[in-house]
């Protein structure tokens, strides 16, 4: 086993600093929308709580990912050494696998109910970057190629703390916009500050954790341009961590239950967070006749 260190344990004391020097920021230089910006103490905590509670729910989803991605480690006859050029490509291929992870967490209502928790704080602050899911067993799925390509699993784990690491910084209103060249290439917090709007163009777009260049590949990419509203398109409202973590799960268990069909059912699991089934319609008959219903389709 490859011995790597644990990238976000070494990193809490630069969490922390960073957050310190953002709220005296804050405070001494207020942004210009007032309340819509900076920090709020029942949301910083809610966040904060959301962050330490996933560190105890990570721990338990582990056992379940660690044993399945060892499994296929054993089983597949490929190797990728860990080296000092190889660590660089992992962290590439990571994070092109970040970047298809983080978008069916976007699409896929019962992935996003997982996902969902990132986005509802209605601030956007380093706090938030904290607020994680409690919920994250959907993830591994995604980096089964990578083990299977021969990657150990510590070193698929040291590459996504790395990852998780990066994106704290970008989740800030304090640094506007990068150099071009930074702006083209990387995640940055005006690409970020995109991601977790709630308006018009901006919604499921910039998906990348480290590279945007994927954004831009795969046309998920809008640049900042309007002032963001952060948020949910229906904001929760609650600062209780267990509704947080939980809202979307209860969501789609009384959207099911209310379902008509067994094809509607599969929707509201498994189509994206807003699908509705098309109202059925009457179907021109002959006079006495029975009307035909209308299949169900996706809702534009």
């Given at each position: 086993?490859?011995?790597?260190?644990?990238?976000?344990?070494?990193?809490?004391?630069?969490?922390?600093?960073?957050?310190?020097?953002?709220?005296?920021s804050?405070?001494?230089?207020?942004?210009?929308d007032?309340?819509?910006?900076?920090?709020?103490?029942?949301?910083?905590?809610?966040?904060?709580?959301?962050?330490?509670?996933?560190?105890?729910?990570?721990?338990?989803?582990?056992?379940?990912?660690?044993?399945?991605?060892?499994?296929?480690?054993?089983?597949?006859?490929?190797?990728?050494?860990?080296?000092?050029?190889?660590?660089?490509?992992?962290?590439?291929?990571?994070?092109?696998?970040?970047?298809?992870?983080?978008?069916?967490?976007?699409?896929?209502r019962?992935?996003?109910?997982?996902?969902?928790?990132?986005?509802?704080?209605?601030?956007?602050?380093?706090?938030?970057?904290?607020?994680?899911?409690?919920?994250?067993?959907?993830?591994?799925?995604?980096?089964?190629?990578?083990?299977?390509?021969?990657?150990?699993?510590?070193?698929?784990?040291f590459?996504?703390?790395?990852?998780?690491?990066?994106?704290?910084?970008?989740?800030?209103?304090?640094?506007?916009?990068?150099?071009?060249?930074?702006?083209?290439?990387?995640n940055?917090?005006?690409?970020?500050?995109?991601?977790?709007?709630?308006?018009?163009?901006?919604l499921?777009?910039?998906?990348g954790?480290?590279?945007i260049?994927?954004?831009?590949?795969?046309?998920s990419?809008?640049?900042?341009?309007d002032?963001?509203?952060?948020?949910?398109?229906?904001?929760?409202?609650?600062?209780?961590?267990?509704?947080?973590a939980?809202?979307?799960?209860?969501?789609?268990?009384?959207?099911?239950?209310?379902?008509?069909?067994?094809?509607?059912?599969?929707?509201?699991?498994?189509?994206?967070?807003?699908?509705?089934?098309?109202?059925?319609?009457?179907?021109?008959?002959?006079p006495g006749?029975?009307?035909?219903?209308?299949?169900?389709?996706?809702?534009?």
């Amino acid at each position: 086993m490859p011995n790597l260190p644990d990238v976000v344990l070494w990193s809490i004391p630069a969490f922390v600093l960073l957050t310190v020097v953002e709220v005296i920021s804050v405070r001494l230089h207020p942004a210009e929308d007032g309340a819509a910006a900076g920090y709020e103490a029942k949301d910083a905590a809610t966040s904060v709580g959301m962050g330490l509670g996933s560190l105890v729910f990570d721990f338990f989803w582990k056992i379940p990912i660690v044993a399945i991605y060892t499994a296929i480690y054993e089983l597949t006859p490929l190797r990728v050494p860990v080296l000092w050029w190889t660590l660089p490509l992992m962290l590439l291929a990571q994070d092109f696998f970040y970047y298809w992870s983080h978008r069916g967490h976007h699409v896929i209502r019962v992935l996003w109910a997982c996902h969902v928790v990132h986005h509802s704080s209605e601030k956007f602050n380093l706090t938030t970057a904290l607020r994680q899911p409690w919920t994250s067993l959907t993830v591994w799925p995604f980096y089964v190629p990578l083990v299977a390509a021969g990657v150990h699993p510590a070193a698929l784990a040291f590459c996504s703390s790395a990852n998780l690491v990066y994106q704290f910084w970008i989740h800030t209103e304090r640094i506007d916009r990068m150099p071009r060249w930074f702006e083209f290439l990387l995640n940055t917090p005006s690409h970020h500050r995109v991601h977790h709007a709630s308006q018009g163009g901006y919604l499921d777009r910039n998906f990348g954790g480290i590279l945007i260049v994927w954004d831009r590949l795969f046309g998920s990419f809008v640049p900042e341009v309007d002032r963001p509203v952060y948020g949910l398109t229906k904001n929760i409202n609650t600062f209780n961590p267990i509704k947080v973590a939980t809202h979307e799960y209860v969501a789609i268990a009384r959207d099911v239950r209310a379902a008509s069909s067994w094809r509607e059912r599969a929707g509201r699991v498994f189509r994206g967070p807003g699908w509705q089934p098309a109202p059925a319609a009457p179907a021109a008959s002959a006079p006495g006749s029975a009307a035909s219903p209308v299949e169900e389709t996706s809702a534009a």
